[in-house]
C-alpha cells in the first residue's frame, strides 16, 4: 500500500504561471518530507524540504507548503521556467530515523513557452 | 570533485546473465541505496546499506544481491532470477540515519540495464 502519493502523473503549465505538484501521505509517523527533481537519464537532485513542525519552507521561486491535519503537502514553483521541466518526487522520512525515505511516484511537469 | 559515480552507463546483458553495477561515493557517507526506476512506478527500493558490512533488503530485493566490504563501494548485481533487469538503476548515499539526518540523498547519474 502506498503511503506517499503524487496523484498527478503530469502537469503542464505555461512558462511565467505558477506550478502547483500535490503529494498525499497515509503515514503519521513521517517527520520530514522532500522533493527531488529529476531530468531523463540523470539521477534525482534535492530540490526543498520541510520538517513536520512546520508549514511552510520557502526557497527562491520554490515554496513548499504542508497541512498535517489533511497529509497533503505540496510544492508551488513561481514562476515556472520550460528548465523546470522535469519530474518532480515527492519523498518522506519515517520518525524512526532508520528507515530510508518513501518516495511517491513522480509528477512529470512540463512548463511550456 | 565529491560524488557518487556510477558505471557503466548503459548496459546490454543476454537474458539469464548476472551483471553487476558499480556504485562508488567519496562523500565519506555512512549509508548507500539502490534504486530502480521504471516508467509509471517513481523510485523502489532494492537494497541500502547503513554501515560497512551490513545491508537490508528494500521493497524489491528478489533477484538482487549486493556487497558493502568498502564504505565508499556498494556494487548491485542483477542475477538471472530477476524476472524484469531492464530498468534504470540509481544508486545514492547519505550521511546516515539519526536525528541529525533530515533525510536527504545524493544520486548517482544511473545506470540503464537493457536485457536482450
Known amino acids: 500500500d502506498q503511503q506517499v502519493k503524487q496523484n498527478s502523473p503530469s502537469l503542464s503549465v505555461q512558462e511565467g504561471r505558477i506550478s502547483i505538484l500535490n503529494c498525499d501521505y497515509t503515514n503519521s509517523m513521517f517527520d520530514y518530507f522532500l522533493w527531488y527533481k529529476k531530468y531523463p537519464a540523470e539521477g534525482p537532485t534535492f530540490l526543498i524540504s520541510?520538517?513536520?513542525?512546520?508549514d511552510k519552507n520557502e526557497d527562491g521561486r520554490f515554496t513548499v507548503f504542508l497541512n498535517k491535519s489533511a497529509k497533503h503537502l505540496s510544492l508551488h514553483i513561481v514562476p515556472s521556467q520550460p528548465g523546470d521541466s522535469a519530474v518532480y518526487f515527492c519523498?518522506?522520512?519515517?520518525?524512526?530515523?532508520?528507515?530510508?525515505?518513501?518516495f511517491g511516484k513522480g509528477t512529470r511537469l512540463s512548463v511550456i513557452a | 570533485d565529491g560524488g557518487i559515480t556510477q558505471s557503466p552507463k548503459y548496459l546490454f546483458r543476454k537474458e539469464g546473465q548476472n551483471v553487476t553495477l558499480s556504485c562508488e561515493q567519496n562523500l565519506n557517507h555512512d549509508a548507500m541505496y539502490w534504486y530502480r526506476q521504471d516508467p509509471g512506478q517513481g523510485l523502489r527500493l532494492i537494497y541500502y546499506?547503513?554501515?560497512?558490512?551490513?545491508?537490508q533488503k528494500g521493497d524489491i530485493a528478489e533477484g538482487y544481491s549486493v556487497s558493502r566490504e568498502k564504505k565508499e563501494s556498494f556494487p548491485l548485481t542483477v542475477t538471472s532470477a530477476q524476472k524484469n533487469p531492464t530498468a534504470f538503476y540509481l544508486c545514492?548515499?547519505?550521511?546516515?540515519?539519526?536525528?541529525?539526518?533530515?533525510?536527504?540523498?545524493?544520486f548517482g547519474e544511473g545506470s540503464r540495464l537493457t536485457v536482450l
Open positions: 545514492a548515499s547519505s550521511i546516515g540515519q539519526g536525528l541529525w539526518f533530515h533525510g536527504e540523498l545524493f
Open positions: 519523498a518522506a522520512r519515517p520518525n524512526s530515523g532508520n528507515t530510508p525515505l518513501v
Open positions: 520541510i520538517s513536520s513542525i512546520k
Open positions: 546499506s547503513q554501515i560497512v558490512n551490513d545491508f
